[in-house]
């Protein structure tokens, strides 16, 4: 199984970024996707997840600004990124917990993080 990101890169502050994310191979079920983001000198902290039936929850910094969205049968999700603002700079790592057919239980996958910079 494969977790693999696209989508950032340098904006403005108040701009917006989409981020992109896909899982492949050989997938049974896919139970949720998310989006962690760790900045220089931080710890890595969830920014958004959402579940195969479509629940949603957001770190309380990006409410109102950001919105998580997936696409069961694609195995991927998304991550709208509005008003943008220079905390948000980070690395950008999707995450998923997924059963796949060849193992015994689920287990997490983290792709390898896309860079998200806003100036000011």
């Known amino acids: 199984v494969q977790v693999v990101e696209s989508g950032g890169g340098l904006v403005q502050a108040g701009g917006s970024l989409t981020l992109s994310c896909a899982a492949s191979?050989?997938?049974?079920?896919?139970?949720?996707m998310a989006w962690y983001r760790q900045a220089p000198g931080k710890q890595r902290e969830l920014v958004a997840r959402i579940t195969s039936g479509g629940s949603t929850n957001y770190v309380d910094s990006v409410k109102g600004r950001f919105t998580i969205s997936g696409d069961n049968a694609k195995n991927s999700v998304y991550l709208q990124m509005n008003s943008l603002k220079p905390e948000d700079t980070a690395v950008y790592y999707c995450?998923?917990?997924?059963?796949?057919?060849?193992?015994?239980?689920?287990?997490?996958?983290w792709g390898q993080g896309t860079q998200v910079t806003v100036s000011s």
């Open positions: 995450n998923a917990l997924i059963f796949d057919r060849t193992a015994i239980a689920s287990q997490e996958y």
């Open positions: 191979g050989n997938i049974y079920e896919v139970y949720f």
